[in-house]
């Protein structure tokens, strides 16, 4: 199964980059002996729409132009927060149901649309507060590698 990301915002170079970038190398030499391929990330800038609605729905429409036919997971603080466990077990599942691509979609400054997030399948969150967007993409790296090791019995994630 393809594991994709799709966020609103681009990364600049420093610290968080770098740390995402380490995670998502790992999880990309990890997953593939474990049926999980790295799809990468697809950036799209912030909508400059004048209005908050009109924001949100031009970023839901790149993120179902990205998605389409795709299992959606959403990062939204007001999501579930499932243990690393509970993530990767989801994420196993997919797999074995033969579920072809999972997309993780990171929302800009002002959330997801209302239809985002109606058509997400899982919508998570990295706990209840607001976390900016750079340190979002390391966990949600960090995790998806944390994911591989659990599912393929590596020491990485001890309980």
Known sequence: MRISVHAVGRM???PERELAERYFSRFSKSGPAIGLDFG???EIAESRARSLDERRREEAAALEAHGRDAVLFLLDERGKNPTSEELSARIGRLRDD???HLVFAIGGPDGHDASSRAAADTILSFG?????HQLVRVMLA????????ILSGHPYHRS
């Open 40 to 42: 990468g990330v697809s």
């Open 98 to 100: 033969g579920r072809k």
């Open 12 to 14: 600049k170079a420093g």
């Open 128 to 132: 209840a507060q607001t976390w900016p």
């Open 142 to 149: 960090e995790q998806l590698y944390r994911a591989s090791t």
